[in-house]
């Protein structure tokens, strides 16, 4: 940590050195060059020094922060020397001005140093491998090669200004030398630029988010250079068509790799690198079509004709290029934003082929924007919902339906998050809808259940009434009847009359008893599979009934009880049936009944079987009915029986 910190101050201390060194020289007695040199090159190396000391301020242990100064210093040393040595050929030399126009012929191979020392390094400060260790290595040494053989060419003390040569070369030999010297510069260079390539495929999210930054900035310097050959070719100075190169050389690439290092998520790269390589290959495949179009039409048409048909080509191929192209480069620079693009898009087609559930958004959410934590929260109409602190509203209109809670939260994953939500829309709305109405028919039938059960109720308290009352009332007028008419003489009118007024209370207590069985089945008493037990027995055809003892509520068990005689009774009497099976059973906390019989089949719904569908539904079950033509009836029956 302090040697970066002592790397930084080192760089500086030369970079001020070699400044100050230039500026009295631009302004001296000597005055060198043109004296607006030293300032325009000063403020153009200045922001690789400043970021070089913010990086190493807020990454003290990341070797950037040295490498982004060494960017800055290197290049003022190197004019520092090729000044000192352009005193040579004044009135008033420096000392050693001699050898230092001597090393300026060639060391201008120094200025790479700083831009490769970074590549090499960036973003994570490590070489890509070990073997990588001979290309840093070879960085300085193949820059002092090309100096050494730059400076020494004969060519350089042609005109005797610099005297003697240090040595001379046979010709072959120098050549080779000089073949040999920018062979290895070169392939050092190019080494050390692939260094990025294997970087990004080797290297996790984050290090392929931070080489776009560089990406996206390392664009900008070969369109600029093209558009300063341009500025040439029209007319303009050097000195101002190589303006914005430099630029993008000496502060837009410094400047994106300070930004990778510190703000990775600052702005969208992946879709800016994307924007502005698709627009570049549209714009040169467009600009290739024009031409190509005006050099075949010239040869048939007018001038004037040509170019109308090249512009209407042109515009014509444009939009559906653009876009083709744009597609291409998004999967090319950014193939995570565009993989989990196509995951969602993928899922919401499924969703509306019927091939998906929407419920299955989250997790298909978590996948593609690799947020294990990520929750999709939903707001039902009636409740009270607040955004939690860092979450993404989800809109239908102005109205907030949910929100998008991520795990793990940054400017980048924010916005993916948010294109993510947009494309997710339709599964989303239709989840919370559908959440919706889950809950809706659940209060449904919660309601509808808590009415059944206050229906049993009184109905068991109506039965418990006729039995307990009315009918112990009735037997009891009965029984003083009889004791009346034992006070009278037999055959006598008046023992006649309370025969007959014996009977109608006798049959009035039967109707009673037969009113209060249809209220509430007294046999249900001992139990479901009792009653059960007691209700095939009575039937006329053989039954095969298999029924554990169960415990289950007063609801359950009377409409398990009806819906078994109800399906008896339309067997004997619809079906013709000469044989019934029952099975009743529960799993999974649901009490399931199956009633088949062999009859004639055919059973439509009607009145009967709906009154069966209505009764189960009303606690809370499902009714279903198999009755091909020939081939019997099965009555099937699931009822919920959590305790």
């Known amino acids: 940590m302090l040697r970066a910190w002592r790397l930084v101050a080192t760089a500086t201390v030369l970079f001020v050195a070699a400044g100050v060194v230039r500026a009295v020289l631009a302004y001296g007695p000597t005055s060198i060059g043109d004296p607006a040199d030293w300032p325009i090159t000063t403020g153009l190396l200045l922001p690789s020094l400043l970021l070089g000391w913010l990086v190493t301020v807020r990454v003290p242990a990341s070797p950037i922060g040295p490498a982004l100064a ?3 210093t290197m290049p003022a040393l190197v004019f520092t020397v090729e000044d000192w040595g352009s005193t040579h050929g004044t009135g008033d030399p420096w000392p050693g001005a001699r050898l230092a126009a001597v090393i300026g012929g060639g060391v201008w191979a120094w200025l790479f140093l700083g831009f490769v020392t970074l590549v090499l390094l960036f973003p994570d400060g490590l070489l890509p491998g070990r073997r990588w260790r001979v290309i840093g290595a070879a960085v300085p040494l193949s820059s002092a090669l090309v100096n050494v053989v730059v400076a020494t060419d004969l060519a350089n003390f042609a005109d005797g200004r610099l005297g003697d040569p240090p040595f001379r070369l046979p010709d072959p030999l120098r050549l080779v030398l000089n073949i040999a010297a920018f062979a290895v510069f070169l392939a050092v260079l190019l080494a050390a630029a692939s260094s990025l390539v294997i970087r990004y495929r080797r290297g996790d999210q984050l290090t392929r988010l931070r080489l776009r930054w560089l990406t996206g900035a390392a664009l900008g310097v070969p ?15 050097a000195d101002v068509a190589y303006s914005g190169f430099l630029i993008a050389m000496l ?32 714009t040169l495949i467009s600009a290739a079509v024009f031409a190509a179009v005006v050099l075949a039409a010239g040869n048939f048409f007018p001038e004037r004709v040509g170019i109308t048909a090249a512009a209407f080509v042109t515009a014509l191929a444009l939009l559906p290029l653009h876009h083709w192209i744009h597609l291409s480069v998004a999967r090319l620079v950014d193939p995570d934003r565009a993989v989990a693009l196509a995951r969602i898009q993928d899922f919401v087609r499924r969703v509306r082929d019927g091939a998906a559930e929407p419920e299955q958004i989250e997790a298909v959410l978590r996948d593609a924007l690799d947020d294990p934590s990520l929750r999709v929260l939903l707001h039902r109409p009636g409740d009270r919902f607040e955004i939690p602190e860092g979450a993404i509203p989800l809109y239908t209109g102005d109205s907030v339906v949910g929100a998008l809670a991520l795990g793990t939260t940054s400017a980048r994953r924010i916005r993916r998050a948010r294109e993510a939500a947009v494309e997710a829309r339709l599964p989303i709305e239709v989840s919370r809808l559908r959440l919706e109405l889950r809950e809706a028919l659940a209060e449904v039938r919660a309601s509808r259940s808590r009415l059944m059960a206050e229906v049993n109720a009184e109905r068991r308290r109506l039965e418990r009434d006729l039995h307990d009352g009315a009918q112990q009332q009735l037997v009891a007028i009965g029984m003083r009847l009889r004791s009346l008419q034992y006070r009278l003489a037999p055959g006598t009118a008046a023992s006649g009359e309370i025969d007959d007024v014996v009977d109608t209370l006798e049959a009035t207590v039967a109707e009673l008893r037969r009113l209060a069985h249809g209220i509430r089945p ?16 009575d039937s006329s055809v053989p039954v095969d009934l298999v029924v554990p003892d169960l415990e289950v509520g007063e609801g359950v068990a009377a409409t398990v009880y009806f819906t078994v005689g109800e399906a008896i009774a339309n067997a004997l009497k619809h079906a013709h049936a000469t044989h019934i099976a029952i099975e009743v059973g529960v799993a999974d906390e649901r009490l399931r009944v199956v009633v088949r019989d062999d009859g004639v089949g055919g059973a439509r719904e009607g009145f009967g079987l709906t009154s069966l569908r209505d009764r189960v539904a009303s606690v809370g079950g499902e009714f279903t009915v198999e009755s091909a033509p020939g081939a019997g009836t099965s009555i099937r029956a699931e009822i919920p029986c959590a305790s």
């Open 223 to 237: 369109i600029l250079l093209a558009a300063s050959w341009l500025g040439i070719v029209l007319g303009a100075s």
């Open 70 to 72: 060494l960017t800055a």
């Open 251 to 282: 502060v837009l690439v410094p400047a994106a790799i300070a930004v990778a290092i510190l703000r990775h998520d600052l702005f969208d790269v992946d879709r800016l690198l994307g924007t502005t390589l698709s627009w570049l290959v549209t």
């Open 522 to 537: 007294s046999r249900l008493d001992d139990g479901l599979a009792m009653a059960l037990r007691r209700l095939v027995a």
